[in-house]
């Protein structure tokens, strides 16, 4: 029963009740019309017994639709709630992986490019030991809201953990990619973050893989790329972009 309503979904489901209700009321009385020569029941409660029915069972059912598209929008921002990482709103790990998987699939179907792209902030824990943990915790919201102020809205941002990011550029080149990050160290080195009374600053690291996806190709294959790129750029001294070339 709970799987035919899941299959018809709650509205439809609801319509149907209603609609049988409503087509059973109309059959019993029109029998009751039929018999009535010996029954004795008056046209009056016929009429009644039609007329109630028929006016009750649609206000139920339009108070009970209600009620579901409540539940309906709730769930949908539930489902929201759930994908998202708390403190920066991006996409949390296991959204961004399961969200991320689809675009490869699909890239790797309609032969398009995308770009994978891991970010780490440099030296993190220093924020964190010089200004406080909720100093920290400014700086991954501001640099949350720099990523998403740089990218396009059909862009995957995902917080992975700790001071980790990484993004999905569907359609986007190596050369885009890289474009992207440089607009990013132009917005952190133009940005100043207040806290209390200190003014903080900091870089990121950042690896890129770009490519037409094959059969064998992942996003956990691809952010491996992008992370031994990222590895790169830290042992080259940090607050840089190393591109994959294979
Ligand atoms: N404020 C804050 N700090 C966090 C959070 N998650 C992880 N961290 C801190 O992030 C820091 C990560 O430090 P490391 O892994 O040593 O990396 P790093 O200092 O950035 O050094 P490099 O990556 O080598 O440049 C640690 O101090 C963690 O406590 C968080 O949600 N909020």
Known sequence: MRQTIQNLGRLNTVILITAISAF????????????????????????????????????????????????????????????????????????????????????????????????????????????????????????????????RTTDLIGRLGGEEFALLLPNTSAAAAYALAQRLYLTLRQSVIRHEHSKIGYTVSVGVISLVPREADTIETLLNKADRSLYLAKETGRNCTVVFDG
């Not at 909720?134 to 809201?145: E, I």
């Open 24 to 151: 059973t009321s109309v059959l019993i009385t029109f029998l009751a019309f039929y018999l009535r020569q010996n029954s004795g029941i008056t046209s009056i409660a016929l009429f009644l017994a039609t007329l109630i029915p028929l006016t009750v069972t649609p206000l139920v059912s339009w108070h009970l639709i209600g009620l579901l598209m409540n539940i309906d929008k709730l769930e949908k921002e539930m489902r929201l709630l759930a994908s998202l990482d708390p403190l920066t709103d991006v996409l949390n790990r296991r959204a961004f992986f399961q969200d991320a998987a689809q675009h490869i699939h699909r890239a790797e179907q309609e032969r398009r490019v995308v770009s994978v792209i891991a970010l780490d902030l440099d030296r993190f824990k220093v924020v964190n030991d010089r200004y406080g943990h909720s100093a920290g915790d400014l700086v991954l919201r501001h640099f949350a809201a720099t990523i998403k102020a740089n990218c």
